[in-house]
Every structure is written in C-alpha cells, then in structure tokens.
C-alpha cells in the first residue's frame, strides 16, 4: 500500500516497560492514520496502555496502517425517550510494548 507521510516518523526501541507515542502531522494536528513497522514483534493498542493480554499482536518485520479513532464517549444523557450520547473529542495516543526480546518499531502518520 502506498501513502503519503504527512508526519514525522517516531522510532522506539522497544523494552519490557509499555512506551506511549502521540503521533502529529507536520501541521501539529492529530493524524488520522498510522503506519506502524516493526522489526521484532511487539504488543500495540490505542489510546491505553498495552499490555501481552490485551494489545494488538505485530508480528517480525510487518507493517501495518491503523486508523486511529480520536473521539470518546464522556457522558450519557437523556432526554424523555432519546439517549444523546456527548462525544469529547481527545488525542489518540499509541501504546507499545516488546513481545520478544528488543528491536525498533517505527511510528509514522499518513495520509
């Protein structure tokens, strides 16, 4: 898949210990999709930290695209029979974590 970097790519040396990225364009907003490449496999998820039970498994030299989702649920309400959900909108942020032993992991927005 081709795409066009629209971001500065953020390379991390993955460890034992769960480390959090916050990817920007080059414009300093919040991209809508990430390529994530590893070169040894890791533990991803989105907007939490990753852990081995519920992170996103990334195998040996891949890439991947993911869309990030940048918009949560804070409140509920109601208003006679209609639920209105409010909606925050919040950065998304990329948590990864080793599945083996070290390596690098590239982060980088596109379009």
Known sequence: MLSK???PT???TLSGTAQTVTPTTFAGTQPK???IAVGAPAFINFNTTATT???ILVP???A???KLENSTVTTAGTTSTFYLPTYAITTATISV???GSGGLISITPVA
């Open 97 to 99: 974590l080793q599945a």
């Open 33 to 35: 999709v990430v390529r």
């Open 10 to 12: 953020v390379v991390l």
């Open 5 to 7: 970097i629209v971001g």
């Open 64 to 66: 991947e695209h993911f």
């Open 60 to 62: 040996n030299g891949t």
């Open 53 to 55: 039970s519920t992170g």
